[in-house]
């Protein structure tokens, strides 16, 4: 039997804002490396992220970005333009790969060479190989 003091769970998601709430929402946009645009905007509840994209002046800066198909997500997890946002959610638009990371890595492999990358490029004298 549980304590009455116990602290209590529950399965049931946090309340959406009543009504007329107002969602703070925070727009991330990377258009190059070690670039990053942000915007804040201020929705209505029930918004979802297309129409945060289009509350957004993104399109504005980036014209291009109308014709390609987005890839979005939300604090890191992939999210669809139809989803409704919450409080405080942080929409992060993705850019498409130049390369491939596995390519990448086998080319910077092939430019370094086996003597001076890897795990144990730098294993200490007499020890054992892999060590």
Known sequence: MRSSSAQRL?????E???G????????????????LWQWTLA???GSSVAQALQ??????????????????GIWGCKAGLDRLLADNDRIEIYRPLR??????????????GAK????????????????
């Open 99 to 112: 390369v491939d990371p596995k390519t990448a890595r086998r080319e910077r492999f092939g430019r370094q």
């Open 16 to 18: 959406a804002p009543v």
């Open 116 to 131: 001076s990358a890897g795990l144990f490029m730098a294993k200490r004298p007499g020890s054992k190989s892999g060590y």
């Open 20 to 35: 007329g709430a107002v969602l703070a929402i925070t727009l991330v946009f990377s258009p190059a490396p070690r670039q």
């Open 55 to 72: 509350a957004s002046p993104l399109f504005l800066e980036c014209p291009e970005l109308l014709a390609s198909r987005l890839r979005v």
């Open 10 to 14: 529950s399965t049931a998601r946090p």
């Open 43 to 45: 929705l209505p509840a």
